[in-house]
């Protein structure tokens, strides 16, 4: 479908530009613009979304059915939520498991996949690194012959800043060193070169997302993180303050920023969500292999983001000073210049203040809804 509509355009497919991992193609303001329209025009396509019924699956699958199109979420539900699918086609199958995947998904078609299904914590990867590369890097294995078996040929992968590990500049770049410092950063690198090495030998493109620091809500308060347990720093906090978490340790006061906490780089959901279908758009006409960082390019130390929950809720929030977590880097800010040039894409929710907001709302109004129990 993505050559029809390509041609329909009248746009010549031989433009799209093979691209590595850490090159940068410059695409003309004409050419962004044509990129634009593949996805914006709701033409009813169809996608996977594995991990769809998790935090920023569901709010991509949200962003896609918005603009007019239909997804079948692909989850095992080990960390996602039924409530979370909209009404969608539901796969339940565990990406371990190759026969099972096999079964599932023969002779399926789809205009693209999102691939968010993984292990996704720090602190539980250094516990557990088997569990993190069968169900993340052989997870990825599977899908990606069952997605050649099948002749799907795009995706789009959720990455993350953790495959930097600690930075040696003050905002990270695509082509900053990788030296992941956690287990979970490993897998994720691990995944990116797969995939970026089925690009180099099959007829197969994809973009890898690497996000920093995922935050807030819909804008609706329709979805938002719901992780059990939580170990977000804003979820955590805002739980704190309204009596249904564990109360809020700082992990660290001691690293070299100006207040002796971490420094990260938060981001919207929403704003991750469609840098997804930016990058799915870019995919209609480049061939190859890109990486992309996702961040609003502005750190707020650990402190700077409990004054903005404070804020949020009209209240102070009680906190206690903790030892450093491992794997913790002191500051993490990504350089978002490319996923800007290269997928035309702007996060549109810019301050912590915004940011932390919509999670408020979210975390005083999720749990009153009976599907959304339990
Ligand atoms: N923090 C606390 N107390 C808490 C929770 C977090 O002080 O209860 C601190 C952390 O030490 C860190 C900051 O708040 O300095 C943010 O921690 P989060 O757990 O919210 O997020 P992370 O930075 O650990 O994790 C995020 C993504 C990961 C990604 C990582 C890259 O969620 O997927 O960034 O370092 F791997």
Known sequence: MATQIFMALGMNQTLGMASTGEGLQVLSPRHLRYHETWISRGNGMHFLVTGGAGYIGSHTVRALLQQGHSTTVLDDFSTGHRWATQGQAVIEVDLKDLGALRTALAGTTFDGVFHFAAKSLVAESNREPQLYYQNNVDGTAHLLTVALENG?????????????????????????????????????????????????DHPFSAVCLRYFNAAGAASDASLGEAHDPETHLIPTALKAAAGTGKPLTIFGDDY???????????????????????????????????????????????????????????????????????????????????????????????????????????????????????
């Open 152 to 200: 799907w040929n795009r995706c789009v992968l959720s990455s993350t800043a953790a495959v930097y590990g600690n930075p040696i500049t003050d905002t990270l770049g695509e082509a900053h060193p990788k030296n992941p410092i956690s287990v979970y950063g490993q897998t994720k690198l691990a995944m990116e070169h797969l995939l970026e090495r089925t690009c180099a």
């Open 256 to 374: 070299p920023t100006a207040d002796g906490t971490c420094i990260r780089d938060y981001i919207h959901v929403e704003d991750l969500a469609n840098a997804h279908l930016h990058a799915m758009n870019y995919l209609a006409d480049h061939q190859g292999f890109i990486a992309c960082n996702l961040g609003n390019g502005v750190g707020f130390s650990v402190k700077a983001v409990l004054a903005a929950c404070e804020q949020a809720v009209g209240a102070t929030i009680d906190y206690s000073i903790g030892a450093r977590r491992k794997g913790d880097p002191a500051t993490l800010v990504a350089d978002a210049t490319r996923a800007k040039d290269v997928l035309d894409w702007q996060p549109t929710h810019t301050t912590i203040e915004a940011i932390v907001a919509s999670a408020w709302v979210w975390e005083r109004t999720w749990e009153i809804h009976e599907d959304r129990r339990g």
